[in-house]
């Protein structure tokens, strides 16, 4: 009988595995996708001859997608379930990655920021879906732990990712950028045509990995999880509710989420440009992404360990909106490695928040669950935004004196960390 217990015991702690780890391998592909475009800025402004604003339009193209496609993700969903919405979400990311083909091969920007922004819808459906799907599937006290253990999935794949389009896009960059200075313009134009067309075999690959993790979703034993079911207590407090908007925690941890976002974004796609300004080889500063994604890594380790033993999802939140204010000063007020290495280290102080805000922007929301989830999603579309503000203000004043637009991010998520998720938010929950 004892052996009987302890065998079933075995198996249900298998069959919840199983889904973590479905589940942390979308998270992989996630981060890798996402990362690629802190490689594709520097590579685009070159190979495309941009302006920092135009430069930065990569991370808006490939963000603003979550905004326009966050509440049809949510619709979608509702009517194929949390698997197949996660394979059609892999097969849309197949597309937009093999519009990178034509891209390379015309040398046409506005066809590479189509690819990311289909890239981007794609994401979208598979973050409206794997989010919620994480955070619900355990304790909620123990949800920042499970979603820090996605995120060193997330923040793995995305220090490998700059690292390898990095070995082949940026290859020997500096030197090109020396040659095309003196070129005439049909040399120029055969040089930079040439460095365009170096994303085409490892774009390739992506599409074809995309499509046979589709079908391996599809076909996977991945279990719908019922987020219209609500428990005593939350039907209780949800009684008379109508709209997800009538959850004024949501709806700042929307805002806040917009902001943690806009400052990740920031803090691992513009350190290439930004280290090479400060008179940092481009050869070295390729690799610098995956520091700051290294340091998200080991603020995700401290998460997995620490909470909630020894911090609460609160506290964590705090403690790296804290952080992250001291980081944005010391990087504003230094200058050469000293201010480059401040960006990298705004990783650690980025690390906490995301997996903090999940759980607590979604505390209670019952039956509004996915449609309050779909909302977070477009929180995403800070990406879009800041480090868009970002690149204008490094044109209108200065690369350095332009990371000031991160304080006042991190003033907001602070305030969530120490009373913005407890507005409106009954107190049984």
């Known amino acids: ?84 919405g996660m394979s059609v979400g892999l097969a849309v990311m197949a597309v937009g990655a093999l519009i990178f083909i034509p891209a390379a091969l015309t040398r046409f920007y506005g066809l590479f920021l189509l690819g990311l922004f289909i890239q981007g819808s794609g994401l979208a459906l598979l973050q409206t879906a794997s989010n919620p799907y994480i955070t619900i599937l355990g304790p909620p006290e123990s949800a920042a732990r ?49 460095l365009a067309s170096r994303v085409i075999l490892p774009y390739v690959v992506i599409v074809v990995v995309l499509l046979i993790l589709s079908v391996v979703i599809y076909n996977s034993s991945l279990p719908e999880i019922d987020t219209d079911q609500e428990d005593e207590t939350t039907a209780l407090t949800n009684t008379g509710k109508t709209s997800v908007l009538q959850f004024p925690h949501l709806l700042l941890g929307v805002l806040t989420l917009f902001c943690y976002v806009g400052v990740e974004v920031i803090a691992g796609d513009t350190i290439i440009n930004y280290a090479n300004t400060q008179g940092i080889a481009m050869e070295s500063a390729k690799f610098f992404t995956s520091f700051t994604l290294g340091c998200m890594l080991v603020g995700y380790g401290i998460g997995v360990v620490c909470i909630p033993k020894y911090l609460t999802q609160e506290k964590a939140m705090k403690l790296s909106a804290g952080l992250g204010v001291i980081l944005s000063v010391l990087v504003i007020f230094t200058h050469g490695y000293v201010s480059v290495l401040g960006v990298a280290l705004l990783g650690l102080a980025n690390s906490l928040v995301w997996p903090a805000i999940w759980p607590m922007a979604l505390a209670g929301l019952g039956r509004f669950t996915k449609i309050g989830s779909s909302l977070m999603i477009m929180g995403i579309a800070g990406g879009a935004i800041v480090p868009l503000g970002y690149g204008a203000l490094a044109d209108a004043i200065n690369p350095t004196h332009a990371y000031v637009i991160l304080i006042p991010s991190y003033l907001i998520i602070l305030y969530y960390a120490f009373s913005g998720h407890k507005v409106g938010r009954p107190k049984a929950i």
């Open 1 to 84: 009988m004892a052996q009987q217990a302890v065998s079933l015991q075995a198996e249900n702690k298998k069959s919840a595995m199983s889904p973590i780890f479905i589940i942390g391998m979308l998270f992989f592909i996630f981060g890798f996708i996402t990362w690629l475009n802190s490689v594709l800025i520097p590579y685009l402004k070159l190979a495309c001859e941009l302006n920092n604003v135009e430069a930065y339009l990569v991370t808006t193209a490939f963000y603003i997608s979550y905004f326009v496609l966050a509440i049809p993700s949510a619709r979608i969903l509702n009517a194929t379930g949390f698997k197949k």
């Open 146 to 194: 499970r979603i820090s253990i996605m995120g060193i999935c997330n923040k793995v794949a995305g220090a490998i990712a700059p690292i390898v389009l990095g070995a082949i896009a940026l290859k020997d960059v500096d030197g090109l950028k020396a040659r095309i200075a003196t070129m005439a313009i049909e040399a120029k134009k055969l040089e930079l045509d040439a």
